[in-house]
């Protein structure tokens, strides 16, 4: 085997079968139109189709299953197997043996293509798990699994132009990736990290669509725009996030990409979707969804900030003066953040001008005030690292005076409050 290259490695289960031993059948991969003719065993139908190209070939398989079927398996088509012996699986300890033995013989970064037709009942639950497991533990790669549909047969035309009885070998890989799918929702979800959405992008990727590219495309500029809008939170790019460009156009993308998915992938983008359906394009109110959005993915330090930075964002723009403008903000902040307003020292009829007109608007300035006071003490703490304290021993001994789930509690109090306020202003 070259070195860095992956294997590719065939996996399935040798039955007993009946007593007669198992009937012929011609299977067709209809995806890629070849069949193989008058087999008995599925295992070699696969094998063929695929031209024999597995570097690697394992037969899991009972005792009695191998005393009395393996030996004309390998017959059949000469091809060599390694078998691998399993029990029963009459009990739960024998059957995460099974699972065991077969996640033993995988190796780093395998290419499976695995066939579930002559198994247990619950192995094919098995082998879904098995998969994700591995695909976590040993980054494998599931090509293909499939399972030979003997009974369900129907009329086709082999290469000759002979319409035939066939038994399709049906691909049941797309269960595999609705794990992928599932997962990468999940992780964006909680967490806020995109790269295991944007990773499906680069992947296999199958849709009802004709043009699988286009959707491939698609799916791809979603992954990056989430990756965008993740970054922008995770970095407080407020004005970024004020914007909303980005949330606009994923929006639209996200309507076009679902009419191509099957239904359980557009659950996956729905559940997304909902995630970040509260922005909106050039909204001040951005800021505060996003906040919402921190606290809910435990982002505790980016909710601080943005918070703090986001009451004066949303202060200034009610006063219709610009938020952008770095003296117009320092101004506020310098102003808003003392607890005398008599010992500001700049233009303090600005001030008062601003205040006039928030409370017009029935903005509570004096609340808004007291609560971006608090949210103002934890943040220099969190954005220091706790090193910024005038007191920062107890006993002599070097600790942060704010523990971690002060921080988390005073955000979520102070969001509630500062929420409360604006949101009754609109």
């Given at each position: 085997?070259?070195?860095?290259?992956?294997?590719?490695?065939?996996?399935?289960?040798?039955?007993?079968?009946?007593?007669?031993?198992?009937?012929?059948?011609?299977?067709?991969?209809?995806?890629?139109?070849?069949?193989?003719?008058?087999?008995?065993?599925?295992?070699?139908?696969?094998?063929?189709?695929?031209?024999?190209?597995?570097?690697?070939?394992?037969?899991?398989?009972?005792?009695?299953?191998?005393?009395?079927?393996?030996?004309?398996?390998?017959?059949?088509?000469?091809?060599?197997?390694?078998?691998?012996?399993?029990?029963?699986?009459?009990?739960?300890?024998?059957?995460?043996?099974?699972?065991?033995?077969?996640?033993?013989?995988?190796?780093?970064?395998?290419?499976?293509?695995?066939?579930?037709?002559?198994?247990?009942?619950?192995?094919?639950?098995?082998?879904?798990?098995?998969?994700?497991?591995?695909?976590?533990?040993?980054?494998?790669?599931?090509?293909?699994?499939?399972?030979?549909?003997?009974?369900?047969?129907?009329?086709?035309?082999?290469?000759?132009?002979?319409?035939?009885?066939?038994?399709?070998?049906?691909?049941?890989?797309?269960?595999?990736?609705?794990?992928?799918?599932?997962?990468?929702?999940?992780?964006?979800?909680?967490?806020?990290?995109?790269?295991?959405?944007?990773?499906?992008?680069?992947?296999?990727?199958?849709?009802?669509?004709?043009?699988?590219?286009?959707?491939?495309?698609?799916?791809?500029?979603?992954?990056?725009?989430l990756e965008d809008i993740a970054l922008d939170i995770y970095t407080?790019?407020?004005?970024?996030?004020?914007?909303?460009?980005?949330?606009?156009?994923?929006?639209?993308?996200?309507?076009?990409?679902?009419?191509?998915?099957?239904?359980?992938?557009?659950?996956?983008?729905?559940?997304?979707?909902?995630?970040?359906?509260?922005?909106?394009?050039?909204?001040?109110?951005?800021?505060?969804?996003?906040?919402?959005?921190?606290?809910?993915?435990?982002?505790?330090?980016?909710?601080?900030?943005?918070?703090?930075?986001?009451?004066?964002?949303?202060?200034?723009?009610?006063?219709?003066?610009?938020?952008?403008?770095?003296?117009?903000?320092?101004?506020?902040?310098?102003?808003?953040?003392?607890?005398?307003?008599?010992?500001?020292?700049?233009?303090?009829?600005?001030?008062?001008?601003?205040?006039?007109?928030?409370?017009?608007?029935?903005?509570?300035?004096?609340?808004?005030?007291?609560?971006?006071?608090?949210?103002?003490?934890?943040?220099?703490?969190?954005?220091?690292?706790?090193?910024?304290?005038?007191?920062?021993?107890?006993?002599?001994?070097?600790?942060?005076?704010?523990?971690?789930?002060?921080?988390?509690?005073?955000?979520?109090?102070?969001?509630?409050?500062?929420?409360?306020?604006?949101?009754?202003?609109?």
């Open positions: 085997m070259e070195k860095g290259k992956s294997r590719r490695v065939f996996l399935s289960f040798l039955g007993l079968g009946p007593k007669g031993g198992y009937v012929p059948s011609n299977y067709i991969d209809q995806e890629k139109d070849k069949i193989s003719k008058n087999v008995k065993f599925i295992q070699n139908a696969v094998v063929e189709i695929e031209n024999n190209t597995f570097d690697e070939k394992y037969i899991f398989c009972t005792k009695e299953a191998y005393e009395n079927r393996f030996k004309e398996l390998e017959e059949e088509k000469n091809y060599k197997y390694k078998s691998i012996e399993i029990v029963k699986g009459k009990d739960e300890e024998e059957i995460w043996s099974i699972f065991q033995k077969i996640y033993d013989v995988l190796e780093e970064n395998d290419e499976v293509t695995f066939d579930v037709t002559h198994s247990y009942r619950f192995l094919p639950m098995l082998g879904l798990l098995l998969l994700q497991h591995a695909k976590f533990l040993k980054n494998i790669k599931v090509k293909k699994l499939c399972y030979g549909a003997f009974e369900m047969k129907y009329t086709a035309k082999d290469d000759d132009g002979n319409e035939i009885e066939v038994s399709p070998i049906m691909d049941f890989t797309s269960f595999s990736k609705l794990q992928d799918w599932s997962l990468s929702g999940y992780s964006f979800v909680k967490t806020g990290m995109a790269e295991h959405f944007s990773d499906l992008a680069k992947k296999e990727f199958k849709s009802k669509s004709k043009d699988v590219n286009r959707d491939k495309n698609n799916l791809r500029n979603i992954s990056k725009k407080n790019r407020g004005i970024n996030i004020v914007e909303g460009n980005k949330i606009a156009v994923i929006k639209e993308e996200m309507r076009e990409v679902k009419k191509d998915l099957y239904p359980p992938f557009t659950l996956v983008i729905d559940k997304i979707e909902k995630d970040i359906h509260n922005f909106k394009i050039k909204n001040v109110n951005n800021v505060f969804y996003a906040v919402e959005w921190c606290i809910e993915k435990k982002l505790f330090q980016q909710g601080i900030t943005m918070l703090q930075e986001g009451l004066i964002t949303f202060l200034l723009n009610k006063a219709n003066i610009d938020y952008t403008n770095k003296n117009n903000r320092e101004e506020l902040s310098n102003f808003i953040g003392l607890e005398n307003i008599k010992e500001y020292s700049g233009d303090i009829e600005k001030m008062q001008n601003i205040v006039r007109e928030l409370n017009e608007k029935q903005i509570d300035f004096q609340k808004l005030k007291s609560l971006y006071g608090n949210i103002k003490n934890i943040r220099n703490d969190i954005n220091h690292g706790g090193f910024n304290l005038k007191d920062n021993k107890e006993n002599g001994e070097p600790r942060s005076r704010t523990d971690s789930l002060t921080f988390r509690n005073t955000l979520e109090k102070n969001f509630k409050k500062i929420k409360e306020i604006i949101f009754y202003a609109e």
